[in-house]
């Protein structure tokens, strides 16, 4: 055969039914092959008398070997001897897997009694946790908008005591917010937009962009208040209240989707993380 070289999204063929391997290289000391599955498609557990390497290519997936499932992500890689069990499914969308089998399978082992993945206990609903925290939390950036609106012309001990309000929950309820989220969230997020061709950095500018407004606003609620002041804490409480609704809207509609992908493993220790983190932040609260 000839040398083969190219993209492994390209190589990769993709069957509806069910998982498709293409063939890159075969010889008497080895076969190469691209395994292509589509969302939900698998190879199931089997144990046959030939040693296996595995690269993750592209997407996520399981892979099984010898006794039990390991979530797998590109650049993971395995190698499973003769006779251990082995076993793949790709989870959430297409995976691309790389096997070099030692030496090329027989028709016996390719008769190899198989037998079906065991179910999979469902993890906890990591999405919903982290939309009821938005949920919480949206209704009071309504409040920086309507003190934004009266801010004119109320007095200045009532100005003052709603500011000192306002500053309190940005600075113990929403910065400890996003601190649990970067701890958290964002790592475990990071790793599935890196397998599907993405990052987080630009939230974690919208992170420090927050918390470099909420000291601004801290700083300027100390101060008299005139009406220049006035007119400034008005544009701060606005451009902060914009802020943060894109920044949730980005984290809703880009990221808790991506949840759904994690196994049930990752799922519990993402849950995990988050509530420890975030008894943590409401203890020093």
Not at 43 to 56: F, G, N, R
Not at 100 to 127: K, L, T
Request: glycine letters at 8%.
């Amino acid at each position: 055969m000839d040398p083969v070289f190219g993209s492994a999204s390209e190589l990769a063929t993709f069957g509806a039914e069910s998982f498709t391997p293409t063939v890159l290289f075969e010889s008497e000391r080895m076969k190469v092959v691209l395994a292509g599955l589509e969302a939900d498609q698998r190879i199931e557990l089997h144990a046959p008398q030939v040693d296996l390497a595995v690269a993750v290519l592209e997407g996520l997936g399981d892979l099984w070997v010898d006794d039990r499932p390991r979530p797998v992500r590109p650049g993971d890689v395995a190698v499973i001897p003769a006779g251990s069990t082995r076993g793949v499914r790709a989870r959430g969308g297409r995976l691309v897997l790389l096997h070099v089998v030692s030496p090329p399978p027989s028709a016996a082992d390719h008769q190899v009694e198989h037998r079906a993945w065991p179910s999979e206990e469902a993890g906890p609903e990591v999405r919903a946790v982290l939309h009821q925290e938005h949920q919480e939390l949206l209704p009071h950036l309504g409040h920086l908008g309507a003190l934004a609106e009266q801010a004119p012309d109320l007095d200045e001990a009532t100005l003052r005591e709603r500011l000192h309000g306002v500053v309190d929950f940005l600075t113990h309820s929403l910065l400890p917010h996003a601190g649990v989220e970067e701890q958290t969230l964002y790592p475990a997020v990071d790793g599935l937009l890196r397998a599907t061709g993405g990052g987080t950095g630009t939230m974690s500018i919208d992170h420090a962009e927050i918390g470099e407004r909420i000291q601004a606003l801290a700083a300027m609620v100390e101060e008299p208040l005139n009406p220049s002041a006035r007119t400034a804490i008005v544009r701060a409480l606005e451009q902060l209240e914009a802020i943060v609704r894109l920044h949730f809207r980005k984290e809703e509609e880009a990221y808790l989707p991506l949840l759904s992908r994690l196994s049930a493993a990752e799922a519990s220790e993402l849950s995990d993380a988050l509530s420890a983190l975030g008894a943590e932040h409401h203890h020093e609260g």
